[in-house]
T-cell receptor
Framework: EDQVTQSPEALRLQEGESSSLNCSYT??????LFWYRQDPGKGPEFLFT???AGEEKEKERLKATLTKKESFLHITAPKPEDSATYLC??????????FGAGTRLAVHP | NAGVTQTPKFQVLKTGQSMTLQCAQD?????MYWYRQDPGMGLRLIYY???????DKGEVPNGYNVSRLNKREFSLRLESAAPSQTSVYFC??????????????FGDGTRLSIL
């Protein structure tokens, strides 16, 4: 059965304190793995797509990486405006994005 | 640059009432989706439409119906609302015709409470 687990559920960082969020997945025939950011009261906002093991994508203070079983979202020197819930969603097969429950990130000044 | 627009943003219903959630996208996308998001759980797919004229069930379709009105619009209907359908509902659209290698783009949701 296809599964996605994100950890930790919640993470509190001081401004400038780098860390990583984990997305572990079991999906047959991975077609792409997507990262989203969701702010309170808003819909998920697309960040990255990763297609194959070893691939990396970067955007400002965020870098996403992919292995055959996990994806990491690395946050370097975060700022308070990076506070949000980060969602991971591997896609396996026809119209099948499987969303994790997310990691709630709080960055304090 | 609206993207995906959902109406209404908030709604309170009584058990047994019916209503339709509206969704429109202006990105000329082929596929459209309806999800629900509940606390502590990932987004779950209710129904999707890979292209104009087609609709298919997702993971949690019971109690819902959909209509792909045209390429831009995809509506979700609750025929007889139940308290278990209290949730936040998100509509999304994607460029592809259903292959899971394209990102989906989301609206800001409809917050639905059923008493």
């Amino acid at each position: 059965e296809d599964q996605v687990t994100q950890s930790p559920e919640a993470l509190r960082l001081q401004e400038g304190e780098s860390s990583s969020l984990n997305c572990s997945y079991t999906v047959s025939g991975l077609r792409g793995l997507f990262w989203y950011r969701q702010d309170p009261g808003k819909g998920p906002e697309f960040l990255f797509t990763l297609y194959s093991a070893g691939e990396e994508k970067e955007k400002e203070r965020l870098k996403a990486t992919l292995t055959k079983k996990e994806s990491f979202l690395h946050i370097t020197a975060p700022k308070p405006e990076d506070s949000a819930t980060y969602l991971c969603a591997p896609g396996g097969g026809y119209n099948k994005l499987i969303f994790g429950a997310g990691t709630r990130l709080a960055v304090h000044p | 640059n609206a993207g995906v627009t959902q109406t209404p943003k908030f709604q309170v219903l009584k058990t047994g009432q019916s209503m339709t959630l509206q969704c429109a996208q202006d990105m000329n996308h082929n596929s459209m989706y309806w999800y629900r998001q509940d606390p502590g759980m990932g987004l779950r797919l209710i129904y999707y439409s890979a292209s104009e004229g087609t609709t298919d069930k997702g993971e949690v379709p019971n109690g819902y119906n959909v209509s792909r009105l045209n390429k831009r619009e995809f509506s979700l209907r609750l025929e007889s609302a139940a308290p278990s359908q209290t949730s936040v509902y998100f509509c999304a659209s994607g460029r592809g015709r259903g292959d899971s290698n394209q990102p989906q783009h989301f609206g800001d949701g409809t917050r639905l409470s059923i008493l």
